[in-house]
C-alpha cells in the first residue's frame, strides 16, 4: 500500500490546478505555482552523499520563483536525517501528522450528522466563505492562500475537489473538502476542523462517511488522510490503518 501511495500520489503525482505544473528534475518531483499557490517537494529519492546537494538545488529554484516552499517529508523518506538536513537549509517543521489510508469497500458508512446540522455543498464564494469561517474558528488560525486556492479549483476545475461545509442553522461549525485525484486509486480528505461547541458530536465522523461515499460512487478505491491526534483515533474506529508519518518543512524565500 505504502509503495502504491509514493507512486501514484507523489511520484507520478498530476498538477493540483490549473494554474500549476509538475516538475520532474533529476531525483526530486515538486509542485509549482503562482505565489497564492501551494509550492512543494512531494518526492525525492536521495542518500547521504547528494541530499544536501539537492535540498540546496531546489532552495535557489523557489528563492528564484520568491515564493514560499513545503518539503513534505514522510517518515520513510531518505535518508534518516533528512529532516535535520532541511532545517540546516532554513526549513522548519510544522506538527507531525500521521498518515492514514482505507479501503472505502471496508469502510462503515452508515453515519449520519447529528440532529440539527446537515452538509451544505459548496460549491461559490459565498460557501467557501462559510467554510474557512469554521476552519479558522475550528484551527484557531488564518487560512491563508487556502481560501483563494479552493475558490479557484472550484471555479476553474470543479471536478477536481468536493467541498461541504457543517451548518447548524445558520452557522457554519465545520469545513472539509475532498481531492479527486486523477488517474490514481486514491481521494483524499482535508480539513474536518469542528467548532469547539460543535466538537464530539459526530459531524467529523458524518463528513469522512459523506465524502467516502461520493469517492466510491466515483470509483475511488482508497481514502487518504494526513491526520492529526485529534482524529487519528476517529478514523481509526471507522477503518482507515496508519500507513506512516508525515511532517511539512516549510521555508520562506531568502530565509
Known sequence: MLALFDRQMRRDVRAGGPSSRVEREGRVVRHVGAAEDWNAVLWSDLDEADADAVIAEQVRFFDGLGVEVEWKLYGHDRPADLGERLVKAGFVPDDRETLMVAQIGELDLAVSPPEGVRLV?????????????????????????????????LTDDPESIRAFVAMAGDEPVCGARMELNRGTAF?????????????????????????????????????????????????????FEVLGTTTPY????GS
Open 250 to 253: 516549510r521555508r520562506k524565500p
Open 121 to 153: 455543498p459548496v460549491t461559490d464564494e459565498a460557501g467557501v466563505d462559510l467554510m474557512f469561517r469554521a476552519s479558522e474558528q475550528a484551527f484557531e488560525e488564518p487560512s491563508g492562500h487556502l481560501r483563494a486556492q479552493v475558490l479557484a479549483q
Open 187 to 239: 481521494a483524499s480528505l482535508w480539513g474536518g476542523g469542528t467548532v469547539p461547541a460543535w466538537q464530539g458530536r459526530g459531524i467529523y465522523r458524518a463528513l469522512v462517511a459523506h465524502r467516502a461515499r461520493i469517492a466510491a460512487g466515483l470509483g475511488y478505491e482508497f481514502l487518504q488522510v494526513d491526520a492529526s491526534d485529534q482524529s487519528r483515533p476517529i478514523l481509526q474506529r471507522l477503518g
